[in-house]
C-alpha cells in the first residue's frame, strides 16, 4: 500500500475525530456550529496528533519501549487527550465565549462519546469483515466507515441534548466550586475509561453485548450528568428564591419609608402654611418667597431623594436588575451611605450579557464603591442609562484616598485586607468573555468612577 494513501486514511481519520469533538463540545455547551472554530481545531487536531505519532515512532526506534508498549501507550494517550482537550476549551472560549472549566468538561465528555462510538464501529469492522484481496477496500471499511461514522452520530447526539436543553442545566453544574471539581473529574474519568480498559483487557473480543455495553455507558453517563445538573439548578433556584424574598422585603421597607417621610413632610408642612397664612394677610410678599424657598429645598431633602429612587427603580423593567439595585439601596441607607440613583429611560434585558452575569458584575461594582466610600459622608452614584446600541452603566463612590488605577489589574489587589480582593478578578472574567463589552476605570471631580457599556443584543 502507498506511503501517500496511508497518509490520506490517517489524514482523513483525524480530520473526521477532530470535527466530531469540537460539534459534540459545542452542542453539549448548547452552542451553535462556527466554522472558522472548528477549520481551526481540526487543524491543530491533525497537526497536533502527526506530532504525538512522531513522537511515538522515535520513541520506539531509540529505545525498547515496547517492553512497556501498554504503559507507555496509556499514558501517551491521556496526556494526548487532556491535551486536545485543553486546546478545544481555550478555542470554544475565543470564539463563543464560554467558560473556560465548562468547555473543558464539554470536552472530556465530547471524547468519550466520540471514541466510544468510533472504537465500537472500527473493532466491530475489523472482527467481523471478509478478508478481501483487495487492501483499499479492507482499510475503507474499516478506518473510513468507522471514522466518517463519528460526523452522524454527533449530530444525533447533539440534536437530542439540544432538545432535551441540556447546557441549561449543564451550566448549573459549575455554579459553586465544588460541584465544578466533581464534574471535571467525572468527565475526565470518563474520558479515559477507554485508556483503561485497553490497558487491563487488551484482546477483548468485540461482539453484540459488547457494542450494546458501551453505548450504553454513554446515555447513562449523560444522563447522569444531566440529573446532577438539574439537582444543580433546582438549588440555584431555591437560592434565587430566596434572595428574591429578601429583595422583596427591602423593596417593601423602601416603600414604608416613603409612606413615613410623606406622613412627616404633611405634618410640617401643615405648621409651616399656617405660618405662611398671617404673611399673607399681611401682605409680607418677601417673606412668602422666603417660605416658598426654604419649602422647595425642605422638600427635596426629605422626599426628593427617595421619589428620584422609586421613579428610576421603576423605569427598569427587568425584574432582576430592580430587585437587585432594592436591596442595594437598602443596605446603603442602613450604612448611613448617600445614594443616588438615576435611570433615565426604561432598561430591559436586550444586551448581549446573560442577566446573571450582569447581576453579578453590577453586584460587584456596587459592594466595592460601599466598601470604598468613606465611613462619614460616604456617596455612591449609580447610573443606567438605556440606549439603542447598548446600555451603559456608571457607579461612582468618594473617597478618603484615592486608589492606585495601575493597581487594579493586577489579580486579588484589594484594599478591604488579606483574603478580599476576589470581586473585581471575577468582574473582569465575566467582561472578558461578553463579546463587545468594554469595561472602563478612571477617577473624576473627587469620585472613583467604574463604567461598563454593554451592546444591544
Known amino acids: 500500500m502507498p506511503l501517500s494513501f496511508r497518509l490520506f486514511s490517517v ?41 504525538i505519532l512522531a513522537g511515538i515512532v522515535g520513541a520506539y526506534a531509540l529505545a525498547d519501549a515496547y517492553e512497556y508498549e501498554k504503559v507507555f501507550n496509556f499514558i501517551n494517550g491521556t496526556i494526548g487527550n487532556l491535551l486536545h482537550s485543553i486546546v478545544l476549551a481555550l478555542v470554544l472560549r475565543r470564539f463563543l465565549g464560554t467558560d473556560f472549566w465548562q468547555g473543558l468538561a464539554a470536552a472530556f465528555l465530547g471524547d468519550f462519546i466520540a471514541y466510544t462510538a468510533n472504537s465500537v464501529l472500527q473493532e466491530a469492522a475489523a472482527y467481523y469483515s471478509p478478508t478481501f484481496g483487495g487492501m483499499y477496500l479492507y482499510t475503507f471499511i474499516t478506518i473510513f466507515i468507522p471514522y466518517l ?22 451550566s448549573h453544574l459549575f455554579s459553586r466550586r465544588s460541584w465544578a471539581a466533581g464534574t471535571l473529574l467525572f468527565s475526565f474519568l470518563l474520558m479515559c475509561v477507554w485508556q483503561v ?17 458501551f453505548f450504553a455507558l454513554i446515555v ?30 427591602a423593596h417593601m421597607e423602601l416603600l414604608e419609608e416613603l409612606q413615613q417621610e410623606i406622613r412627616a413632610f404633611r405634618h410640617d408642612f401643615t405648621n409651616l402654611f399656617s405660618g405662611l397664612t398671617l ?12 417660605f416658598m424657598r426654604k419649602t422647595s429645598s425642605y422638600f427635596d431633602e426629605k422626599l426628593g431623594q427617595e421619589i428620584q429612587q422609586m421613579d ?29 440613583l438615576e435611570v433615565l429611560y426604561p432598561v430591559d434585558s436586550k444586551v448581549v450579557m446573560e442577566t446573571e452575569d450582569l447581576l453579578r458584575s453590577l453586584g460587584i461594582l456596587i459592594d466595592n464603591a460601599m466598601e470604598a466610600a468613606p465611613q462619614t459622608a460616604g456617596t455612591v452614584r449609580i447610573v443606567l442609562l438605556q440606549e439603542e446600541k447598548e446600555l451603559y452603566i456608571a ?16 489579580k486579588g489587589y484589594t484594599t478591604k485586607g488579606k483574603g478580599r480582593g476576589t470581586g473585581l478578578t471575577s468582574y ?30
Not at 312 to 340: Q, V, W
Open 312 to 340: 428610576g427603580l421603576n423605569h427598569i423593567t427587568l425584574y432582576p436588575l430592580r430587585s437587585l439595585l432594592t436591596a442595594k439601596l437598602a443596605d446603603m441607607r442602613k450604612r448611613e451611605i448617600h445614594s443616588a
Open 11 to 51: 489524514g482523513f481519520s483525524l480530520v473526521c475525530f477532530g470535527v466530531g469533538l469540537y460539534a459534540l463540545a459545542s452542542g453539549i455547551l448548547g452552542k451553535k456550529m462556527k466554522i472558522l472554530p472548528c477549520l481551526i481545531y481540526t487543524i491543530y487536531y491533525l497537526l497536533g496528533n502527526a506530532l
Open 395 to 410: 457607579v461612582a463612590n468618594n473617597y478618603d484616598q484615592a486608589p492606585e488605577l495601575s493597581a487594579l489589574s493586577r
Open 197 to 213: 480498559l485497553d490497558w487491563l483487557y487488551p484482546d477483548t473480543a468485540p461482539g453484540v453485548g459488547y457494542s450494546i455495553f
Open 279 to 290: 404673611q399673607a394677610q399681611e401682605g409680607d410678599l418677601a417673606g412668602i418667597q422666603e
Open 428 to 457: 473582569r472574567r465575566i467582561v472578558s468573555r461578553c463579546k463587545g463589552c468594554v469595561a472602563r476605570t478612571y477617577l473624576k471631580d473627587g469620585y472613583f468612577v467604574q463604567e461598563l457599556r454593554l451592546p444591544a443584543a
Open 149 to 170: 461514522a463519528v460526523l452522524p452520530i454527533a449530530a444525533v447526539v447533539v440534536w437530542i441534548l439540544r432538545k432535551s436543553s441540556f447546557y441549561r442545566y449543564f
Open 220 to 249: 447513562v453517563a449523560l444522563f447522569w450528568v444531566q440529573f446532577l445538573a438539574m439537582y444543580a439548578a433546582g438549588q440555584d433556584k431555591i437560592r434565587a428564591q430566596e434572595e428574591t424574598i429578601a429583595q422583596n422585603q
